[in-house]
C-alpha cells in the first residue's frame, strides 16, 4: 500500500461496512480489550486524567493534525455521528500525522490500530453509560486503567 500513514488509514476507515456482525464477535471484543489495555499504556505516557476515549496525538504534539479535508471525508463515511466511534477515527488519523512527522515513539503500539480492525470486522460500540462499552448489545465494564496496563496483549 502506498501514500502517507494519514491516507492509508483514511481510506481504511472510508471502506469500512459499518453493518454489525455476529461472526466474528469474539474477536471484536478482543479488538476492544486490546484497545484498553493500550489506551491504558498510552494515559500513563502522557498523562491524561481521560481513559480510556482520549486523543493521544493532542497529548504528545496539538500542532500535528490530520487536514480538515481528510477528517471530514472520514467522518462522512461514517454513519454513527457523534459518537465515541467517530471520535476514535479522528483521534486515530491525528495519531498517523504524527506517524507521517515521524514523533510517534516506537516503544508504545499504535493506540488505535486494534479499533479501527474492530470496526473492519464488523460495525462499532457505543458506551452504555454505566462504565461498560455495548457491543452488539454485549456489555463489558471498562474497569480502571491499571486494570489493564500489566495485561498480557489481547490480539
Known amino acids: 500500500m502506498t501514500g502517507t500513514c494519514v491516507s492509508r488509514l483514511a481510506q481504511r ?19 476492544m480489550r486490546e484497545f484498553l489495555r493500550r489506551s491504558a499504556l498510552w494515559a500513563r505516557r502522557v ?12 497529548q504528545l504534539n496539538p500542532a500535528i493534525r490530520a487536514s ?14 457523534p459518537s ?6 479522528v483521534w486515530a ?23 479501527i480492525d474492530m470496526y473492519e470486522l464488523g460495525g462499532g460500540f457505543s458506551l452504555d453509560g454505566t462504565g461498560a462499552v455495548e457491543i452488539d448489545l454485549r456489555t463489558m465494564p471498562l474497569k480502571k486503567p491499571e486494570d489493564w496496563i500489566d495485561r498480557p496483549p489481547f490480539v
Not at 472520514?74 to 454513519?79: D, G, T
Not at 465515541?84 to 477515527?89: G, H
Open 68 to 81: 480538515a479535508q481528510t477528517v471530514d471525508e472520514v467522518l462522512q463515511s461514517i454513519p454513527m455521528r
Open 47 to 58: 498523562g491524561s486524567p481521560v481513559w480510556p476515549f482520549f486523543d493521544v496525538a493532542e
Open 84 to 89: 465515541a466511534v467517530a471520535d476514535t477515527c
Open 93 to 115: 488519523l491525528h495519531f498517523a500525522a504524527l506517524c507521517d512527522a515521524g514523533e510517534v515513539p516506537s516503544d508504545l503500539p499504535d493506540p488505535y490500530e486494534t479499533l
Open 13 to 31: 476507515i472510508i471502506a469500512i461496512d459499518w453493518n454489525s456482525s455476529d461472526e466474528d464477535f469474539r474477536e471484536r471484543v478482543n479488538c
